[in-house]
Structure formats: structure tokens, C-alpha cells
């Protein structure tokens, strides 16, 4: 199952270095990524690699989001994940705006971030901006204490 991803964090305040965007003042709150699963093994694959990632937290970072998942001061507490052969990530991004951190996992597109913090748990402002592009959202949440989604 290809598709488009929005993981939710919740951290701490802390400083991270970001490969070349450099060191990263993060506020206490939470963090949307948005992402895109249309390579091979789709939407489980790349979740689940996020997932174990972030439960691990012992590997090389590839990716931004990667920092994120490695670092202590961040949880990973779900993703919401849109079923589509569509390059919609992008759009998904511009849908869910605001407060963006510049230039965070969007390397190979043309947007402005792919991060958004929100002070408040945003699970259904996520949901709503999958309907609003025209994707029927599934929402998995982890327990806390795991960093399990199976998607």
C-alpha cells in the first residue's frame, strides 16, 4: 500500500544538529513530518522503518526526521496515513502549514519545510487535512512508552 504520512511527535525543548541545516532550537510541544511511501514496501515499510528507528534509537541517521526519532528529547506518539499512487505529500504539507522549522525534510521538493510544531496535540488536525486533499486518513497511535505503528 503506497501512500503519504504525517508522523506526530511530542518533545522537549532541546538543541539538535540537522545534517546541514545545522543546529535546530526545537520548542516543547509537538511536530508533524510529512512524508511520502510510494518506493517499494509502501506506507508499512517506511512507518515501520520510522518506527523502529525511534524505538531503537542506536542507528546512523539518513534522513531529518531521522535526528528527530533518534533523539531522547522526542516521542513518536502516531502517524496518519492517506492511501494514493499520487506524488501528495507536498500538498499535504501546504495543507497542514503554520509554524514550519525551514528547510526540514524537503530536500528533493520545491516547499518551504516539511516540519510544523502546534503547542496542542494536533491528531485531528492532521485528519482533517488528509480530507481536505481528498484522502481517507488511518490513524495509529502509539502506546506510551513504544514507539510501535503498524501500518
Not at 48 to 72: E, K, N, Q, V, Y
Not at 76 to 83: E, H, R
Not at 84 to 111: K, N, Q, S, Y
Not at 128 to 137: P, Q, S, V, W, Y
Request: charged share 25%; with cysteine.
Amino acid at each position: 500500500m503506497k501512500g503519504i504520512y504525517c508522523l506526530i511527535l511530542q518533545n522537549r525543548a532541546c538543541d539538535l544538529e540537522v545534517g546541514r541545516l545545522g543546529t535546530v532550537a526545537f520548542r516543547e510541544g509537538w511536530h508533524l513530518y510529512v512524508g511520502s511511501a510510494l518506493g517499494p514496501g509502501g506506507l508499512p515499510a517506511r512507518v515501520g522503518r520510522h518506527a523502529r528507528c525511534a524505538a531503537a534509537r542506536d542507528r546512523p541517521p539518513r534522513w531529518h526526521i531521522d535526528r528527530l526519532l533518534l533523539s531522547p528529547a522526542f516521542r513518536l506518539c502516531g502517524a496518519v496515513c492517506g492511501q494514493t499512487e499520487e506524488r501528495l505529500e507536498c500538498r499535504l504539507a501546504r495543507t497542514i502549514g503554520g509554524d514550519a522549522v525551514p528547510g526540514f525534510g524537503c530536500t528533493d521538493c520545491t516547499c518551504g519545510s516539511h516540519l510544523f510544531y502546534r503547542t496542542k496535540e494536533p491528531f485531528e488536525e492532521v485528519e482533517a487535512a488528509f480530507r481536505k486533499i481528498g484522502i481517507i486518513a488511518l490513524t495509529r497511535k502509539t502506546n506510551k512508552g513504544e514507539s510501535n505503528l503498524n501500518v
